[in-house]
């Protein structure tokens, strides 16, 4: 199980001092974040792709190449990379470079993007994005998979003859994973491909998520990559973490209050009631998040968003101290208690290595029981 | 059994909106006098009329917190699944600043676009005169011809003076009310119980299709 973070890098006010943080300090502070996580034994840091004010991360491999020089052990992933409005090909030769710039620390979620002026800036209509998902992922999965392509279709500039440079490490592409709330077609992809399915669910109510996360491992199911409890599930999540339940609260409300999405809406009792925002002590967020698999079953990935709503860098730092020394310690703990054997791990490069190694060699003694039978044949 | 089938079959479950936000309101006395027609007309071929009455008022919070929060909580949430569930609407709303409430708009506004499609629907209004008499045809009619609803032919707009008319019993507002139920409870009577998809997913196109997809 990995336990991880992930940011939409907004620049939001503090609404207890009105401050706003300039672009470069939240930069910084992005990288400051990840930094920290990796220290406290978290297993992922994931950025968010904007091309809007008032988020900064436009330009995710940059800061993820940066973070992973300055690293050695965490996986450097994205919430989301925008499959619809990037062109596959330049998302294939960006990663890849990353991939092996990180020693194969590198995986990434695709996401179609809900900003509509986005596909427009980019050339696109928002009305295509299910059908550009569809169609630049397909395109990514053979850049990825095959040295020579050939290809055309409906969204870009035909290929003939073409290499993604550099190749994958390893001749093993980035894991993939797709993230949708509420687009079944998307979970529907991710089980096709037997790709790993994201559902960010911090503003929904788990009810929904659980019907999402079971289409999914249905049809992963459906189309022959393994049982449905052996499909890659990730979560979202949101916390506020004090050492009293009652400080906590105190000291998120005016945040909650006054947050981007959610603010000014629902009381933070009503939210917290309905979306997995938990607001109090370790333990509550501890209770809270190991009950997640009873809805999802057993899954590989949860992803936590800590820098959100303007917190200041010096709090964030502190809630990751909480969470990777008290809450996901913990966490791991209860989560292994009556896992199955056979669910597995979320992939890693060494994961996917060894799994075509392995792949190749049954491969390859088909082949030569194929060569002798061939030959006894003569 | 064949009995129980044919009973099962002749009921409709209407599901009355009211946007009224007085107590008693205007509102809410137009949609009980249209459900009652709709009822007797329904009763007159057969039919009987199950009523659920929502009053937005109650949801209101819930309504606004779904718009900025993009989900139905708990105590919206089986308000939603009435009104998609239902087999017709009596959707009555105030008259406010020239248009339907800010309210009757955002509970429709929350709802999936394609949760009205096909859904017959009598359309009512209150104000405190005549001279806003058009707001359903200009404001009402339009929301639910964006939401394929069928919107029965008569809209019943009550002014306060309809109230209190000399020859409001038995007189135009009455015939009005009486002529809209008639109006729905024929449409009602015209099709089966409306079927509702267990299965949330039915309708997912499967990846193969999609890639196919020109």
């Keep these: 199980m990995q336990f991880g973070i992930f940011t939409v890098g907004d620049v939001t006010p503090d609404p207890t001092t009105g401050r706003t943080p300039t672009e470069h300090e939240r930069i910084k502070a992005t990288v400051q974040i990840a930094l920290k996580a990796e220290e406290v034994g978290l297993d992922v840091f994931a950025t968010g792709e904007h091309h809007n004010p008032p988020f900064v991360p436009s330009s995710p491999t940059t800061t993820l190449a940066y973070i992973g020089a300055r690293t050695s052990r965490i996986l450097l992933s994205t919430a989301t990379t925008l499959i619809t409005t990037n062109d596959p090909v330049k998302i294939a030769e960006d990663y890849a470079t990353l991939q092996h710039l990180t020693d194969g620390r590198t995986d990434l979620m695709m996401g179609r993007g809900n900003t509509g002026p986005v596909y427009p800036w980019f050339g696109k209509d928002i009305r295509q994005g299910v059908a550009l998902a569809v169609e630049n992922y397909a395109l990514l999965h053979r850049l990825w998979r095959e040295e020579v392509v050939d290809w055309e279709g409906r969204f870009r500039t035909p290929l003939q003859g073409f290499t993604a440079t550099p190749r994958p490490l390893d001749g093993v592409p980035p894991f993939v994973w797709h993230g949708s709330i509420r687009t079944p077609e998307i979970a529907e992809q991710a089980a096709y491909y037997g790709d790993g399915y994201f559902h960010n669910n911090i503003f929904w109510p788990l009810s929904h998520t659980r019907q999402m996360v079971a289409l999914y491992r249905q049809r992963f199911e459906h189309h022959g990559h393994g049982p449905a409890d052996q499909a890659i599930v990730g979560l979202g999540g949101q916390v506020f973490m004090r050492k009293s339940s009652q400080d906590a609260r105190r000291e998120f409300r005016p945040y909650f209050d006054n947050a981007p999405v959610y603010g000014h809406g629902p009381s933070m009792e009503d939210f917290t009631a309905q979306t997995p925002l938990t607001v109090g002590s370790p333990q509550e967020v501890i209770d809270r998040y190991a009950a997640m698999r009873d809805h999802v079953g057993d899954y590989q990935r949860q992803l936590f968003l800590m820098d959100h709503a303007g917190l200041p860098l010096k709090t964030v730092l502190e809630q990751l101290d909480i969470l990777g020394e008290e809450v996901v310690p913990v966490l791991r703990k209860e989560m292994a208690v009556g896992r199955p054997a056979h669910v597995p791990d979320a992939p890693t490069h060494a994961s996917l290595v060894a799994q075509a190694a392995s792949a190749a060699a049954e491969g390859s003694s088909d082949a030569a029981v194929g060569a002798a039978g061939a030959g006894g044949g003569r | ?214």
């Design chain 2, 1 to 214: 059994m064949v009995d129980g089938m044919r009973v099962s079959e002749d009921v409709r479950r209407v599901v009355v909106v009211s946007a009224g936000l007085g107590r008693p309101s205007s509102s809410r006395l137009l949609a009980d006098r249209l459900v009652s027609a709709v009822s007797g007309a329904a009763g007159a071929r057969g039919l009987s009329v199950e009523v659920e009455v929502v009053e937005l008022r109650d949801v209101a919070h819930d309504v606004m917190d779904a718009m900025l929060t993009g989900f139905a909580g708990p105590r919206l949430e089986p308000v939603v699944a009435a009104v998609e569930g239902a087999d017709a609407l009596v959707a009555v709303t105030p008259v406010f600043t020239a248009s339907s409430s800010g309210l009757f708009k955002s509970f429709f506004d929350v709802l999936d676009s394609k949760a009205l499609v096909g859904v017959p629907v009598l359309m009512g209004a209150t104000a405190g005169s005549a001279r806003h008499s058009l707001v359903l045809e200009h404001a009402v009619r339009p929301m639910f011809a964006y939401l394929r609803a069928v919107v029965v032919p008569t809209g019943v707009f009550a002014a306060s003076e309809d109230w209190g008319a000399a020859g409001s019993v038995g007189g135009d507002l009455a015939s009005r009310v009486e002529r809209a139920g008639e109006e729905l409870a024929a449409v009602l009577a015209q099709r089966g119980p409306r079927v509702r998809e267990v299965d949330p997913f039915a309708g997912l196109v499967s990846f193969e299709d999609q890639l196919g997809a020109r």
